[in-house]
């Protein structure tokens, strides 16, 4: 599992230029899905949209380990619409995702759980949860449950799984990573992404 050192993530926001032209940007521009825990250091308010299935969006430019938040003061430089935003980012996934191959999928399970996982190495794992037409060619067109923890990893595990296990693979997974995400399950028919409330993982001894 490949997560980025806070060091390196830093250093990669520190490479930021917010002078450079859309037209130069455009294709580094990522979808920011929900953090568990705020940034390390102070931000000014994203940009933010609400896409399929459910999940409120923000949008960062690709420093490799890091994403630098894009805010309404770049939009109004760039003369785009918070929508061309969203849209250019969803292509720029679409783009990427046909660069990786079904191979890169894992399957191994862990503990009654047959459990499939995919990290692209480009950052873009759980963000297939708003393209969902890319997901057969990794995952198949078997129902299932995405669970999506780390911005490079998104998982499948049978429909049949219990919540309260999925909750508590969500629950490693998220542990392992300090810039975690925290989106919950989402239940996956083939072709359809969409959210599914998981059962609490409560501590136990």
């Known amino acids: 599992m490949i997560v980025a050192s806070p060091r390196l993530v830093l250093a990669a926001l520190e490479t930021f230029d917010p002078d450079r032209p859309w037209a130069e940007l455009r294709d580094e521009i990522r979808p920011m899905l929900p ?9 000014d308010d994203p940009v933010r949209v609400m896409l399929p299935p459910g999940i409120l969006v923000g949008f960062g430019l ?3 380990p890091a ?4 805010g309404p003061p770049l939009l109004e ?10 849209a250019v980012a969803l292509g720029n996934v679409r783009r990427l995702a046909r660069t990786c191959e079904a191979s890169m999928v894992v399957r191994n ?7 499939s996982a995919l990290q692209t190495r480009l950052g873009i794992a759980a963000s297939l949860l708003l393209v969902p037409d890319q997901l057969p060619r990794f995952f198949g067109t078997e129902p299932g449950i995405l669970l999506a923890p780390m911005r490079d990893l998104i998982l499948r595990l049978p429909a049949d799984t219990d919540l309260f296990d999925a909750a508590w693979l969500a629950d490693e997974f998220e542990s392992i ?5 925290h989106l ?7 072709s359809v992404v969409r959210p599914v409330a998981l059962e609490p993982a409560l501590a136990q001894a």
């Open 62 to 64: 690709d420093l490799g």
């Open 35 to 43: 953090r568990l825990r705020p940034m390390p250091f102070p931000t």
């Open 109 to 115: 399970p862990i503990g009654s759980m047959d459990v």
């Open 184 to 190: 919950g399950a989402f239940a996956w028919d083939g």
């Open 177 to 181: 990573d300090p810039n975690c995400l």
């Open 77 to 86: 430089r760039w003369g785009i619409t918070p929508d061309e935003l969203a």
């Open 67 to 70: 994403l630098a938040q894009v």
